[in-house]
T-cell receptor, first 111, second 113 residues
Framework: GDSVTQMEGPVTLSEEAFLTINCTYT??????LFWYVQYPGEGLQLLLK?????DKGSNKGFEATYRKETTSFHLEKGSVQVSDSAVYFC??????????FGAGTRLFVKA | DSGVTQTPKHLITATGQRVTLRCSPR?????VYWYQQSLDQGLQFLIQ???????AKGNILERFSAQQFPDLHSELNLSSLELGDSALYFC????????????FGPGTRLTVL
């Protein structure tokens, strides 16, 4: 069945460091891919998405490229801030209305 | 603010009791999803409704049930509560045609003592 695997956390970085959170997927068909972010005490919110191969999603300095050949959708940011501390979820949808979420990766950014 | 509302924000109850969580989707969204998030942060899909009909079922216990009403709000009923049911319960909604993108409510934190 369809699945999403993302790197285990927590990830701890200093402010202004480079961030990568790895995400790989298994899916039949051609899924849409998403990154959601959950700030402390809040619900998930969509960070970025890509709907077809080679698309790059970007938002708030975060980027992820849909790589069909490696079935990956890694999240990157060039310079993290303390305010980026949150849990990040990779997710996929193969159409219809079901979305499959990864286990989440907690990011701590130190000042 | 996602436009999805959930009540109550917090709920404390005892084992064996029954509770009802309520969700109002964004205006115009026909799909409602329920998720359980445990302390170890994993997000478990419970159930999905579309325009009043059950569309998909995930890891939902038989003690749990849900429904979506004609005005599209949804309720999640949890009965015979156990300590392990303590978690955050999220509702999300989506628009038909928006492939996979969901809008999450702020959650209800359930504590079973």
């Amino acid at each position: 069945g369809d699945s999403v695997t993302q790197m285990e956390g927590p990830v701890t970085l200093s402010e202004e460091a480079f961030l990568t959170i790895n995400c790989t997927y298994t899916a039949t068909g051609y899924p849409s891919l998403f990154w959601y972010v959950q700030y402390p005490g809040e619900g998930l919110q969509l960070l970025l998405k890509a709907t077809k191969a080679d698309d790059k999603g970007s938002n708030k300095g975060f980027e992820a490229t849909y790589r069909k050949e490696t079935t990956s959708f890694h999240l990157e940011k060039g310079s993290v801030q303390v305010s980026d501390s949150a849990v990040y979820f990779c997710a996929l949808s193969t159409g219809g209305f079901k979305t499959i979420f990864g286990a989440g990766t907690r990011l701590f950014v130190k000042a | 603010d996602s436009g999805v509302t959930q009540t109550p924000k917090h709920l404390i109850t005892a084992t064996g009791q029954r509770v009802t969580l309520r969700c109002s989707p964004r205006s115009g969204d026909l799909s409602v999803y329920w998720y359980q998030q445990s302390l170890d942060q994993g997000l478990q899909f419970l159930i999905q409704y579309y325009n009043g009909e059950e569309r998909a079922k995930g890891n939902i216990l038989e003690r749990f049930s849900a429904q979506q009403f004609p005005d599209l709000h949804s309720e999640l009923n949890l009965s015979s509560l156990e300590l392990g049911d303590s978690a955050l319960y999220f509702c999300a909604s989506s628009v038909e045609g928006e492939r996979g993108e969901q809008f999450f409510g702020p959650g209800t934190r359930l504590t079973v003592l």
